[in-house]
């Protein structure tokens, strides 16, 4: 086994800058959504934020949970495209910095990036060029790496595009083939109405367990109620995770059910919470934890991580899960 | 089959009086509490509030579920012991005018009664003067009702004098005896504190379906999260049911394990959300619907009761009901 999990999803830059709402009201956005917008308004917005200092992070959900798990110990790949440009190479170095081991290929495109507007009220309304992304195609997953992993990982926004789409397809066929165990993240509640026949299909043909939030969980499986949408959740994989925010998390898998409370925190900023939870939940998983203490583990990542402002954690926090899950063993 | 439900518990006055929060200071009574007071302290509270109007109800835990499920057409008895008083001649009539067959014993002394102090902020902070219900013994409880009665309902108010704990024993071990399905309420935190190892040893040995909040789940099993709570609980009882306020309810029964989203809605006032729960949950029960349509109803009920003042609801609560599930139905 070379890898503990192997991601494959966007390389995204995000590209922060704090806006008053009149910003987004000007600009005719709607706060809290992520919309997927072209080059040209990608790089209008960006220059209707000029004097405004923009920060720039490697972000991607699934870059975020790598991350984590890599933080944490845990031996991790991951697949996707950017361009031939500054943005690509920063982001392929933070990333082997952190200890992913990057399949990223690139090419003569524009690195994708991530306009993130920052509310006074810590909302975040976020506008993704995706850029080189969407050119990933089949080629680029380095299947043999893919093979030798316990666990591939992907969110849903890989669907988004024809080629995106042959590449996952692609990676969870194989995966499939080769006892590898298939985790998938439904990525946002837009991109499940934007791809929902094809989501419910995924799920039941590959996927051995999902992450879902509540809205993308009640979404998917058209119900108004967390327990029918576990059902029919069930009914696709072998097991589930809805995080519900602060009223904590439901997982399942195979006959053990459990809910999860939250751990009482002020939320400052939730960007990443969902990453951080798959970051937890998995590392537990892949060190043979019980389903009982890899919830635990999401939960406090989650927690950890909307403490702070932006998705992605700093310090030892290996050690400090180790004294965390310690001292609340009952 | 005589009875859907019969209760054992302590037909309480209650004496409901708006106070500012200075009055608890000067009494030096903890916001929120129910404390179990004497003769002379409870006339000596009631003297204090000269010139406060009084408001005067039936009130007690055991009996406003009762009146819930008499209100949606189940068939409840009542079994309890009040004075002989203009006190207990209320509280008989106001059980039988609601439809509840009372099986109430009386004798010379005072009726029970609580004075409730409601401060601005809509806490309600509880004296229990427990009167003649700490005198009910088991000559009181008629035994062929109870054995003709499908769910036999206590709550853990009973064990705070050895009359009614001899009592509530001979009705279990009856209970036990002739298949009468046993649910018990945990009643409240304090209560719990008091009787810790007499509820472990009760439901362990005759309770078959649980009521708890989350802090009495808590409390009882020692530990400090309510997965561990349920399965401490699952160890002692067929089923449980732990009622989480604003995060919803977590029950199971058998290998049925349901997370409950609560009802969105702005809490007036808690008192009641749990005797509404468990009145919603049993008349599931008894019409025969499942374990997640128990608790959906369960959980109506308690969000309807904390949109109001007072722990009864009025109206033609079983058509609402019926209308609610049927919206909801997915």
Redesign the interface.
């Known amino acids: 086994m070379k890898f503990d999990v192997f991601g494959i999803e966007n390389p995204l830059i995000d590209l922060l800058a704090k806006v008053p709402d009149e910003f987004l009201v000007r600009n005719e956005l709607k706060k809290n959504h992520m919309l997927l917008v072209d080059e040209s308004r990608h790089r209008f917005l960006l220059e209707s934020l000029d004097g405004v200092e923009v920060r720039l992070e490697a972000g991607g959900s699934c870059a975020n949970t790598l991350l984590g798990i890599s933080q944490l110990g845990g031996r991790t790949a991951y697949c996707g495209k950017v361009g031939g440009d500054e943005h690509g190479r920063t982001y392929i170095s933070s990333l082997e910095a952190a200890g992913v081991k990057s399949y990223i290929s690139s090419n003569g495109s524009v690195t994708g990036s991530t306009v993130i507007l920052v509310t006074p009220d810590a909302a975040r309304t976020m506008n993704t060029f995706l850029g080189a992304c969407q050119e990933l195609t089949p080629e680029d997953v380095p299947l043999e790496e893919l093979k030798s992993s316990h666990i591939m990982y992907i969110t849903g926004y890989l669907w988004d595009t024809e080629g995106q789409k042959e590449a996952a397809t692609l990676a969870l066929r194989t995966a499939g083939a080769e006892g590898v165990h298939v985790v998938m993240s439904l990525a946002d509640p837009f991109c499940v109405v934007r791809h929902k026949e094809d989501f419910r299909d995924i799920l039941d043909r590959y996927v051995d367990f999902v992450f879902a939030n509540q809205e993308e969980a009640l979404t998917l499986t058209?119900?108004?109620?967390?327990?029918?949408a576990?059902k029919v959740l069930r009914q696709w994989c072998s097991g589930a995770a809805i995080t519900?925010g602060?009223?904590?998390a439901?997982v399942?898998q195979g006959?053990e059910?459990?809910?999860?409370?939250?751990y009482p925190v002020n939320a400052v900023d939730t960007t990443g919470a969902g990453d951080a939870f798959a970051a937890g939940f998995m590392y537990g998983r892949i060190s043979g934890a019980s389903l009982?203490q890899c919830g635990?583990q999401g939960s406090y990542f989650a927690s950890r991580v909307i403490q702070q402002v932006g998705p992605r954690l700093s310090g030892d926090i290996r050690r400090e899960l180790a004294e965390v899950l310690d001292d609340?063993r009952?």
Chains 1, 2 share one sequence.
């Open positions: 058209d119900t108004d109620n967390t327990h029918e576990m519900m602060a009223n904590g439901y399942t006959d059910h459990i809910y999860l409370d939250p009982f635990r609340q009952p």
